[in-house]
């Protein structure tokens, strides 16, 4: 089964994609955790990417599914793929279906994590409070300066993946406000139709 979790940041997207990972034994291909691992080890790509990133803007569909296709080449006898925070365009989305029908496999679900905007907000805010209180670093992005331009170009660019998923049969929406127990209960009944 290969299924793409779809939502702005902040959804929860990458928190249903390890609970997905940890009870079906699926690959999560997260190509956030990519870009920012091509980021920390200071790779060609990663230098390229670095400031695109930090600002909350995407980087090119050209590198992502060029990550996307790596993954899928590598882990090709996986049972099964959560896509998570890809495809973020429609291109991509085009993409994906390609790469997939290269390798006789089809997308079985589309997950919408469905939230509202002021949730978002204090998710992320309250991701990076924590993660500077446990006497680490926040994300890079994780500030309301790049947090705004990051719900930008998920409305602008990302969102319309809803409507083209839908057209084609494949959409199911899930409330992500409830709690993360909940949220997997959801999607479990979705991934069941
Ligand atoms: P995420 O961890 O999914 O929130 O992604 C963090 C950042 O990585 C995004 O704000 C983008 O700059 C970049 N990124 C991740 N996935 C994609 C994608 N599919 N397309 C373009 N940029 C992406």
């Known amino acids: 089964m290969n299924i793409i979790l779809l939502g702005p940041p902040g959804a929860g997207k990458g928190t ?3 609970i997905l990972v940890k009870e079906r034994n699926m690959v999560q291909l997260s190509t956030g955790d990519m870009l920012r691992a091509a980021k920390t080890s200071g790779t060609e790509m990663g ?8 600002a909350g803007n995407l980087v090119t569909d050209e590198i992502v599914i060029g ?12 049972n099964g793929f959560i896509f998570d925070g890809f495809p973020r365009t429609l291109a991509q989305a085009d993409a994906l279906g390609e790469l997939l029908a290269e390798m006789d496999e089809a997308l079985d679900h589309v997950i919408e994590l469905e939230v509202n905007e002021d949730v978002l ?10 993660a500077v209180a446990a006497g680490g ?17 998920y409305y602008k660019q990302t ?8 057209a084609k049969g494949d959409l199911k929406s899930v409330d992500g406000l409830a709690s993360m127990e909940d949220v997997a209960g959801s999607i479990k ?3 069941a139709t």
């Open 16 to 18: 249903q994609a390890s």
């Open 189 to 191: 009944a979705a991934l």
């Open 159 to 166: 969102s319309p993946l809803i409507g083209y998923y839908y």
């Open 67 to 78: 990550l996307i296709r790596e993954q899928l080449e590598v882990q090709k006898d996986a």
């Open 47 to 54: 230098k390229k990417v670095a400031a695109v990133m930090d």
């Open 137 to 153: 670093t926040a994300r890079a992005d994780d500030n309301e300066e790049s947090l705004k331009i990051r719900l930008m170009a």
């Open 121 to 130: 907000v204090q998710r992320i805010l309250g991701r990076a409070a924590e």
